[in-house]
């Protein structure tokens, strides 16, 4: 996700890095190279970014503001370190990823260190640790509920279970960093509304990505060799020409006909249908912008933006 800049200048970002240097691995442990290796491209830091502009929007000191950044990022970055090695994905931010370049062992280590960290991080909050730390156990947990409910979904999803899928791997490592600074600066406030319109983006962004798996059908489905759930699939079985013949073939394990299928998909009216329900999703997320409390309006605003950008960006160059 390529965000709009939601922080001022430079300076935290610098901080931010200069935090994940001294909370490394102890330069004796095994863990340091690989620690070390992983953060040299640290990536946009979007989940970071979220708690920083909330932080700084509700007046959090800069401590507690970068502690629980720094926290949020960690978390987020555990669960791409062990999604890798779920997916057998070799390669990660232009790098190998570190399971393939340190093996699967090492990489289980340091997503599990990096989620101690992020707890030890959030319990640092000298008032609201204890709760601080209960919301990230929480988004962790939803977020591995969300990832094995992906892996493990073998039939094809209906449209209710695949936005209970994309919710779950997406929104819960979103909603934490703005509702963990918000908890840390004593906002008394109902964060419902929050959390729905980050469910929202979590589709809008979940379902981009998975308009993008299908087209051009010119690379071959991951989703539909894995069958993975995937928004426009979903469409095709419920909606689209030959559709019963599509659903026979899915709960198959052939994959000689899945160029076909996938092509079949690509130039069907779901696509459209799909990106009608992204557009849909981001109106009602930037509709809900107004009801949260003002503090809160700039980060999520730039939250949709940042959404819609990508979402815009994808869809650009999947016309050209």
Not at 253 to 271: K, M, N, P
């Amino acid at each position: 996700m390529s965000p709009v800049k939601i922080i001022s200048g430079s300076d935290w970002l610098a901080e931010l890095n200069a935090l994940y240097k001294r909370e490394m691995p102890h330069s004796q442990s095994s863990l340091a190279a690989a620690a070390e290796y992983h953060f040299k491209n640290p990536g946009k830091s979007f989940r970071a970014q979220l708690a920083l502009s909330s932080g700084f929007s509700l007046g959090l000191s800069n401590t507690d503001n970068l502690h629980w950044a720094a926290a949020c990022e960690l978390l987020h970055n555990a669960s791409l370190i062990h999604d890798d090695i779920s997916d057998a994905s070799t390669h990660r931010r232009g790098q190998e990823s570190i399971h393939q370049h340190f093996g699967p062992d090492m990489a289980l280590c340091l997503g599990d260190w990096m989620i101690a960290k992020a707890f030890e991080l959030g319990a640092r909050n000298s008032q609201h640790s204890g709760v601080l730390v209960a919301l990230l156990a929480q988004a962790m947990q939803e977020t591995c509920s969300g990832q094995i409910a992906d892996i493990t979904q073998r039939q094809c999803a209906e449209l209710d279970e695949w936005q209970r899928i994309a919710k779950g791997k997406t929104a819960p490592l979103l909603i934490a960093p703005i509702k963990g600074a918000a908890i840390a600066a004593g906002l008394d406030a109902d964060l419902k509304g929050l959390e729905h319109l980050i469910g929202l983006c979590g589709l809008a962004y979940q379902g981009r990505n998975d308009i993008d798996d299908i087209i051009p059908s010119s690379h071959r489905s991951s989703d539909l060799d894995g069958r993975k759930p995937n928004l426009v699939v979903s469409l095709f079985a419920q909606h689209g020409a030959g559709s019963e013949e599509f659903v026979s073939w899915y709960q198959s394990e052939d994959t000689e006909q899945l160029v076909h299928w996938q092509r079949r998909i690509a130039s069907s009216d779901v696509i459209l249908q799909a990106n009608q329900s992204v557009d849909y999703w981001l109106l009602q997320a930037e509709q809900l912008v107004s009801s949260l409390p003002v503090q809160l309006q700039s980060v999520t605003q730039g939250l949709v933006a940042a959404v819609k950008q990508k979402t815009t960006i994808k869809r650009q160059g999947q016309i050209a």
